[in-house]
């Protein structure tokens, strides 16, 4: 079963993907709702970490289910839909972030909360870290940029991130290889 999403189950809760691509080609919308349940917030996730605005990434999410639903027929593998929707929105991010430049930095939201209740010198601190990772995310190029989010964040494999940013996973490796230097280049006065 492909249950990769984190959104909440709506229709077919047990359906794997190919099965509801297969419905929802068929003109079962309920089956392609369940798609929309279990991938818009992953998708939203990742497009809000690519373009750093609420209101982009919203609309890279809402665009890309819509042609999701307008290219049912033409998709050809129907347990790909995931790849498929990452693709999607991460040619859609790439296509902003080139209209855009200079690109706007990460969302402050973007960063996980600790579980005990950091003292303020530790919030300070942490706050000023992930500014400086936020403006090192930015430094990246855009390529390598989404590569680094695809499988740091998302924790997509080398072929699946290859496959979204139709690459090759030689490249995806270089790609990848050159953020974490330049990132950890930025972030060394934090270590």
Do not use: H
Not at 84 to 106: K, V
Not at 116 to 144: G, N, W
Request: aromatic share 6%; with cysteine.
């Amino acid at each position: 079963m492909s249950r990769q999403g984190d959104g909440a189950p709506g229709p077919y809760p047990d359906s794997d993907d190919a099965t509801l691509v297969a419905r929802a080609r068929d003109g079962d919308t309920r089956a392609f709702e369940a798609l929309v349940c279990r991938y818009q917030r992953p998708v939203y996730r990742m497009a809000l970490r690519m373009l750093g605005g609420g209101a982009d990434a919203e609309d890279v999410t809402q665009e890309v289910f819509v042609t999701a639903w307008r290219q049912l027929p033409g998709i050809r593998e129907d347990a790909a839909i995931r790849t498929w929707l990452y693709r999607a929105a991460t040619n859609r991010c790439l296509n902003l972030l080139r209209a855009q430049r200079p690109s706007r930095p990460l969302e402050a939201g973007a960063a996980a909360s600790a579980d005990r209740s950091p003292s303020p010198e530790e919030r300070a601190e942490t706050a000023d870290a992930l500014e400086a990772l936020r403006a090192a995310l930015d430094q990246l190029t855009p390529a390598q940029r989404s590569a680094w989010l695809l499988r740091q964040i998302e924790g997509l494999s080398y072929a699946e991130i290859a496959d979204i940013l139709q690459t090759t996973p030689q490249a995806v490796r270089g790609r990848l290889s050159r953020a974490r230097a330049e990132l950890a280049e930025a972030m060394k006065p934090w270590q």
